[in-house]
């Protein structure tokens, strides 16, 4: 389900409801785009749209990973939260919540070249 969210987003099919409804960044907005800047090389473009997604997709991907190895290896997908991997997994997911965050506030007060284009 997150893949075809994540698809979407990256096609510009579904778009972020924050943005669509209230017309302001969420603060995960630009997170496609630094992603998909990634994969083209340009850094400069991952610091313009949204610096912690890639290691936010980095943490989602290897939580999912994880979750998918306890299920097959355990027949629970729920084993996965008993590992030391996917606790620290969580707390890298947690931090990179916050940091988004507080890049989001910064940028509303005009550091980091304002909020990300909607």
Do not use: K
């Not at 960044?25 to 340009?42: E, Q, W």
């Not at 969580?90 to 990179?96: H, Q």
């Not at 919540?97 to 509303?108: D, N």
């Amino acid at each position: 389900m997150g893949a075809l969210v994540a698809g979407g987003l990256s096609l510009g099919v579904v778009r972020c409801p924050i943005a669509t409804v209230l017309h302001v960044p969420c603060p995960a907005c630009g997170s496609s785009r630094a992603v998909d800047a990634l994969v083209h090389g340009d850094l400069a473009g991952v610091a313009r749209w949204n610096p912690i997604a890639p290691v936010a997709v980095a943490a989602l991907a290897t939580l999912g990973l994880q979750t998918a190895w306890a299920a097959y290896r355990e027949g629970s997908p729920i084993a996965r939260l008993d590992t030391r991997a996917a606790r620290w997994t969580v707390r890298v997911l947690l931090a990179c919540v916050v940091l988004e965050l507080a890049i989001w506030l910064a940028r509303f007060a005009g550091f980091l070249g304002g909020p990300v284009p909607v």
